[in-house]
């Protein structure tokens, strides 16, 4: 079965300091993977999502994750945080092949931006 | 511009009442999910469709109820059998032909009062 960990529950950040997010996920094959980003009281926003080839994928608000398949790993990175980056971020993993199937979602990390 | 709309945003239940909440979409989606969400716990199934007149149990489907009379549609009613219904419930949608992610609603948050 398939299963996501993200293991920061809470992270603090400088404003300005770089950011890496981790996500690690369990499957027999290369999954679909993405990243969401909610704020208070909204719903979820896809960040950026990976399928195949390129490894690296950029996504929006200046984000990008990296795929490794070797550490069943797809962390988020930002090379400098913005204040209004503040929010909780989502992994999910889908699966592949046949008809759609249901994401899988981490619990999520909360990222605090100092001032 | 498409998108999926829930409504109330904001809702209130008393003890032995059912409450339903809406959950429209205008992206010609196939499929259509409810999570519930509580601090701490992310995100979680309670039912999903993949086709109208169809849906399936998620993980945390008692005490709840849903229908999908259109492809348009899919409202979710919270019964008087779900013991802790306060939380934060959030609709999605997605395509069939691939999992292109789902697209969230701006979710509806449930008080019992």
């Known amino acids: 079965a398939q299963s996501v960990t993200q293991p920061d529950i809470h992270i603090t950040v400088s404003e300005g300091a770089s950011l890496e997010l981790r996500c690690n996920y369990s499957?027999?094959?290369?999954?679909?993977l993405f990243w969401y980003v909610q704020s208070p009281g909204q719903g979820l926003q896809l960040l950026l999502k990976?399928?195949?080839?390129?490894?690296l994928v950029q996504g929006i608000k200046g984000f990008e994750a990296e795929f490794k398949r070797s550490q069943s790993s797809f962390n988020l990175r930002k090379p400098s945080v913005h204040w209004s980056d503040a929010a909780e971020y989502f992994c999910?993993?889908?699966?592949?092949?046949?008809?759609?199937?249901?994401?899988?979602f981490g619990k999520g990390t909360k990222l605090s931006v100092k001032p | 511009d498409g998108g999926i709309t829930q409504s109330p945003k904001y809702l209130f239940r008393k003890e032995g009442q059912n409450v339903t909440l809406s959950c429209e979409q205008n992206l010609n989606h196939d499929a259509m999910y409810w999570y519930r969400q509580d601090p701490g716990q992310g995100l979680r199934l309670i039912y999903y469709?993949?086709?109208?007149?169809?849906?399936q149990k998620g993980d945390i489907a008692e005490g709840y109820s849903v229908s999908r009379e259109k492809k348009e549609s899919f409202p979710l009613t919270v019964t008087s059998a779900q013991k802790n219904p306060t939380a934060f419930y959030l609709c999605?949608?997605?395509?069939?032909?691939?999992?292109?992610?789902?697209?969230f609603g701006s979710g509806t948050r449930l008080t019992v009062v």
């Open positions: 999605a949608s997605s395509t069939q032909t691939g999992p292109y992610g789902y697209t």
């Open positions: 999910a993993v889908g699966a592949r092949g046949g008809s759609q199937g249901n994401l899988i």
């Open positions: 990976y399928f195949s080839g390129d490894t």
């Open positions: 499957y027999g094959a290369t999954p679909y």
């Open positions: 469709s993949q086709i109208v007149n169809d849906f």
